[in-house]
């Protein structure tokens, strides 16, 4: 653990301010002075979004563009948390090149921010073309109610033997 990241602390039940901002910021800002990066090295980055406004916020503080940020805007604004951010990544390596650049940050529900970066190889060509794009699949979503998602959930638990204690009736 960095001593540059201390001062990102986790305060009380709701981690949004100030331990999210800062955690992401301190990392973001750790990782690019040490390796003598800047945001304009980045075609996106995918930063951990538990809503729309928090990666956009941040995102733009540390100086990338909405565009670099498209992967919040296509993929979280429309369906909201994916947690662990690798929807919004596949969406990021679907809509690059050979050889663009990704900065992924994640973040631990107060505990502490990674990052990596990625670089897209040539095999991203082939493996584009062999499954539905996210933004297929986001085309073709059905919104349910919560009654219908609860009915799916059962049969999951019927045929996976998983107890969903969550979602009793």
């Given at each position: 653990?960095?001593?540059?990241?201390?001062?990102?602390?986790?305060?009380?039940?709701?981690?949004?301010?100030?331990?999210?901002?800062?955690?992401?910021?301190?990392?973001?800002?750790?990782?690019?002075?040490?390796?003598?990066?800047?945001?304009?090295?980045?075609?996106?980055?995918?930063?951990?979004?538990?809503?729309?406004?928090?990666?956009?916020?941040?995102?733009?503080?540390?100086?990338?563009?909405?565009?670099?940020?498209?992967?919040?805007?296509?993929?979280?604004?429309?369906?909201g948390n994916t947690y662990s951010g690798i929807t919004e990544l596949c969406w990021a390596l679907e809509h690059s090149k050979p050889e663009d650049r990704?900065?992924?940050?994640?973040?631990?529900?107060?505990?502490?921010?990674?990052?990596?970066?990625?670089?897209?190889?040539?095999?991203?060509?082939?493996?584009?073309?062999?499954?539905?794009?996210?933004?297929?699949?986001?085309?073709?979503?059905?919104?349910?109610?919560?009654?219908?998602?609860?009915?799916?959930?059962?049969?999951?638990?019927?045929?996976?033997?998983?107890?969903?204690?969550?979602?009793?009736?």
């Amino acid at each position: 653990v960095d001593d540059r990241t201390k001062e990102a602390f986790h305060k009380g039940r709701f981690t949004g301010i100030p331990a999210y901002m800062k955690h992401i910021r301190n990392v973001t800002k750790i990782y690019m002075d040490d390796n003598g990066e800047s945001a304009a090295n980045f075609k996106y980055t995918v930063i951990h979004s538990p809503n729309f406004k928090f990666p956009m916020t941040v995102g733009e503080e540390l100086g990338f563009s909405k565009e670099q940020l498209d992967p919040m805007v296509k993929v979280s604004k429309n369906i909201g948390n994916t947690y662990s951010g690798i929807t919004e990544l596949c969406w990021a390596l679907e809509h690059s090149k050979p050889e663009d650049r990704i900065m992924v940050v994640k973040y631990g529900s107060g505990a502490q921010a990674v990052i990596t970066s990625v670089r897209v190889t040539d095999a991203i060509l082939d493996v584009v073309k062999s499954r539905p794009t996210v933004d297929q699949l986001l085309e073709s979503r059905q919104e349910i109610d919560f009654h219908t998602y609860n009915k799916i959930m059962r049969k999951k638990e019927n045929i996976h033997g998983v107890t969903n204690t969550l979602f009793k009736e």
